[in-house]
Every structure is written in C-alpha cells, then in structure tokens.
C-alpha cells in the first residue's frame, strides 16, 4: 500500500533552515507528481510546492517562493522541502502528499 513517512520538523528561529523529507513507498515514485501542504492551527489548509516526476516543473505558493525548495531523489524515492528563513507565520504541521494519499505529518515550529 502507499506509504508517505515525512520527518525533519522541529523547531527553528526565525531566519533559520529546516529541511523536511518525505520517503515514499507502495507506488512507482518516479512517475508521480509530489506536494507539500500545511495546516497551522486554526487556519485553512495550504498548498506550499509540488514538483513534476522529473523535476522539471515546481510550484510554490505566493507565500513560500524564493524561501522554500521542493526537490526529489527518484533513486531513494524521497522529497525534500528545503525551508530556509523561516517566519512564525511557517509554523504548521507539514504534510507530504501524492494525489489521495498523505503522510503523517511533521510539526514546524519557528519561534524565538
């Protein structure tokens, strides 16, 4: 079955780097697309990246573009978001996510 494993949340200053991976299995990971969303508490949820199978195409929203980097290794059918300068307003629980499917989710905290 499909299987979304995410880790690398904790807690960061703001200004400061996570970067959280997803590790994928039960499906041919190389030819799907991938996404990160998040949920903060009391909030919609949030679309934040998506990449194409290849890598050739990437998505952001408004809210994340020019800090954060979605990025794949098809080989260890793995995902990365690679969050740098991290604001309160990214603290949320971050999910990695392909089509119906989603991991368990991982706690980003950013705070002083």
């Known amino acids: 079955q499909v299987q979304l494993v995410e880790s690398g949340g904790g807690l960061a200053q703001p200004g400061g780097s996570l970067r959280l991976s997803c590790v994928a299995s039960?499906?041919?990971?190389?030819?799907?697309?991938m996404s990160w969303g998040r949920q903060a508490p009391g909030q919609g949820f949030e679309w934040v990246a998506a990449?194409?199978?290849?890598?050739?195409?990437?998505y952001y929203a408004q809210s994340v573009k020019g800090r954060f980097a979605i990025s794949r290794d098809n080989a260890k059918n793995t995902v990365y978001l690679q969050m740098n300068d991290l604001r309160p307003e990214d603290t949320a629980v971050y999910y990695c996510?392909?089509?119906?499917?989603w991991g368990q989710g991982t706690q980003v905290t950013v705070s002083s």
């Open positions: 990449i194409s199978p290849d890598s050739t195409d990437t």
């Open positions: 039960g499906f041919t990971f190389s030819s799907r697309d």
């Open positions: 996510n392909r089509n119906t499917y």
